[in-house]
């Protein structure tokens, strides 16, 4: 199966901050890769498809890329309704595999 | 509009089998993937597995044999069965159009414990 390293598994930011969120593939996975958000008593989001591009009706300020192995997240300036979890989820290969998961909370 | 629902019941002993229902609506279900995905305590998520549109079935090896994903497609429903539960599959369950996991239902918690 393939691994899906994510870090970091929680943190607290500020409103206006820059965050940033990734995961790490053990294999070759290209740019298989979606981006979850998750609050509370809801199901998840997709706000990345394909490691870069945004998901219709998400905000501008989410976006994704990769480097080599290494997805990221960015949200460049953190509103109040960013507070969520966020989950990577490869599709490149069957099991299709989530990352560990972020929690994203306001300092 | 492409809507999911999962039902079943919340509580499970342990031994016995996990029975979910998705219903969908807005799509049909002889298109598309459709799959199940759980999200334990803790924040892990685990795919569980798809029926496709031709009625084949992709499932976790991590849940070996016991799981089953079959369908009715004149109620456009999908259904999980998941056998011998321990208190390990205590989770919240999802069902999803698989592919891009675009559409998803709002979750049922299902607990295992006697």
């Known amino acids: 199966d393939i691994q899906m390293t994510q870090s970091p598994s929680s943190m607290s930011a500020s409103l206006g901050d820059r965050v940033t969120i990734t995961c790490q593939a053990s294999q070759d996975i290209g740019n298989n890769l979606i981006w979850f958000q998750q609050k509370p008593g809801k199901s998840p989001r997709p706000m990345i498809y394909y490691a870069t591009n945004l998901a219709n009706g998400v905000p501008s300020r989410f976006s994704g890329s990769r480097s080599g192995s290494d997805y990221s997240l960015t949200i460049s300036s953190l509103e109040s309704e960013d507070m969520a979890d966020y989950h990577c989820?490869?599709?490149?290969?069957?099991?299709?595999?989530f990352g560990g998961g972020t929690k994203l909370e306001l300092k | 509009e492409v809507q999911l629902q999962e039902s079943g019941p919340g509580l499970v002993k342990p031994s016995q089998s996990l029975s979910l229902t998705c219903s969908v609506t807005?799509?049909?279900?002889?298109?598309?993937?459709w799959g199940w995905i759980r999200k334990f305590p803790g924040n892990k998520m685990e795919w569980m597995g798809y029926i496709s549109y031709s009625g084949s079935t992709s499932y976790n090896p991590s849940l070996k044999s016991r799981i089953s994903i079959t369908r009715d497609t004149s109620k456009n429903q999908f259904f999980l069965q998941l056998n011998s539960v321990t208190t390990e599959d205590t989770a919240t369950y999802y069902c999803?159009?698989?592919?891009?996991?675009?559409?998803w239902g709002q979750g049922v918690m299902v607990t295992v414990s006697s």
């Open positions: 989820l490869q599709y490149k290969q069957y099991p299709r595999t």
């Open positions: 807005g799509y049909s279900i002889t298109s598309n993937y």
């Open positions: 999803a159009r698989g592919g891009h996991f675009d559409y």
